[in-house]
């Protein structure tokens, strides 16, 4: 019985490793282009997640910050989405949801977002129930109240290409390497090798 108890501890350590690498695998970026895969209805998670000011990776100063009120987000494609724009702050979580939006080659959506008195302030999109077809958010503008940019995001916009029209890119899909599936299943193997000959002797 002790035997069998640890075959299956061996097996749920496995488990417990591929569902952390999955995790990993569908963390949120900050960095653009992002392109969704190709697929229709694709899970999203605040896929992308930009930061303003506040801890940790951060694209902007609080002089910015302060005098930003909205900001435009370039989404190029072709499909058919329902977007889902977060402004997260330390005043809250407010989301904004625009209903089903086309995209066929280039649109912009606008969020308001006051960043005035914030300490931290970021930007969190998630572009849900995509139909079949090519789907990236390619740029953010972050505007002051007149509507004049204050911070493009990346700060090369020309460098941002579509990656909606890049099919060659690999999907977001949470998909571990074969290689470290077979290793992990091979140090199972060998853990339970070593009981056995243990239990032999």
């Known amino acids: 019985m002790k035997l069998r108890n640890k075959v299956f501890a061996g097996l749920a350590a496995t488990v417990l490793a591929l569902t952390m690498m999955v995790g990993t695998a ?3 970026t900050d960095q653009l282009p992002f ?3 190709n697929d229709a209805g694709v899970a999203t ?3 992308v997640w930009v930061k303003l000011i506040g801890g940790g990776t951060v694209i902007s100063t609080t002089e910015v910050a302060e005098a930003t009120r909205s900001v435009d987000i370039t989404i190029e494609g072709k499909c058919s989405f329902e977007p889902e724009l977060i402004f997260n702050f330390d005043g809250g979580w407010v989301p904004t949801a625009l ?3 086309d995209v066929d080659g280039t649109t912009v959506l606008n969020m308001p977002m006051n960043g005035k008195g914030t ?3 970021e930007v969190v999109v998630n572009l849900m129930n995509k139909t079949e077809g090519p ?3 390619t740029k953010m503008e972050f505007k002051d109240e007149a509507g004049a940019v ?3 995001w990346p700060a090369d916009a020309a460098a941002a290409t579509t990656a909606a029209a890049d099919t060659t890119a690999a999907p977001k ?5 074969l290689a470290l599936i077979f290793g992990l299943g091979a140090a199972a193997m060998g853990t339970g090798s070593v009981v056995l000959k243990k239990k032999e002797r």
Do not use: E, F, H, R
Request: hydrophobic content about 40%.
């Open 35 to 37: 392109a969704y895969p």
């Open 26 to 28: 569908m963390a949120s």
């Open 119 to 121: 300490t931290w302030c």
């Open 135 to 137: 789907l990236a958010v």
């Open 150 to 152: 204050l911070l493009t």
């Open 45 to 47: 998670n605040n896929d």
């Open 99 to 101: 209903g089903k939006t």
């Open 173 to 177: 899909t949470g998909v571990v390497s």
